[in-house]
């Protein structure tokens, strides 16, 4: 499956954003205005105006939305919520090379709002999956006391967490001891 520059780069901001949702001791990653514009600025996300507590309640909307889709049982379902994400955006889709990056599709539209940029941009990246049936990359981490989204970019679709020298080596070290502790005691 090829993926593009702005492609991955949506992918990335969508797997970061699901990410900065709380849960269970992990605090809210968004819990103002400045976190978000941080979060834009360490995501380039461009054309984005002054931001608000309302761009800020919107994003936690979608992010919810998106975090959706990762969960979804199969591809139907998947597609279903990314065409209600899509749609509610009012995707424009228009070419644009800025920033030094060659031709490229923007799908929300100028002057959008923070949300519906994200959700035009980052819902159509998760749509690319869909439609070439790959959408079972869109993955939560299996570590028991993790469940952060990630996108499975390995060749043979085997990536199990969202970060292997975490999670990973982790749950390996845990599983290492026990099978050393059974053998010995």
Same mark, same amino acid.
């Given at each position: 499956m090829l993926i593009t520059h702005d492609t $991955? *780069? !949506?992918l990335d901001t969508v797997v970061d954003l699901v990410n900065t949702a /709380?849960?269970?001791e992990t605090p809210e990653a968004l819990p103002d205005v400045a976190a978000l514009e941080e979060f834009v600025r360490g995501h380039n996300v461009s054309d984005i105006g002054t931001l608000s507590e309302f761009d800020l309640a919107a994003v936690r909307k979608i992010r919810g939305r998106f !975090? +959706?889709?990762f969960a979804a049982p199969d591809a139907r379902a998947a597609a279903g919520l990314i065409n209600e994400l899509v749609a509610a955006a009012g995707t424009t /889709? $228009?070419?644009t090379d800025h920033d030094g990056y060659d031709w490229h599709v923007h799908y929300f539209a100028p002057g959008a709002s923070l949300s519906d940029h994200l959700a035009a941009d *980052?819902?159509?990246a998760l749509a690319f999956f869909v439609v070439a049936g790959e959408e079972e990359r869109l993955r939560r981490c299996e570590a028991p006391d993790c469940r952060r989204a990630f996108v499975d970019l390995s060749r043979? $679709? +085997?990536r199990r967490y969202c970060d292997s020298r975490t999670c990973g080596n982790r749950l390996h070290v845990a599983a290492y001891r026990a099978r050393r502790k059974e053998a010995t005691g």
């Open positions: $991955r *780069c !949506a /709380p849960e269970d !975090a +959706s889709i /889709p $228009r070419l *980052c819902g159509m043979n $679709r +085997s």
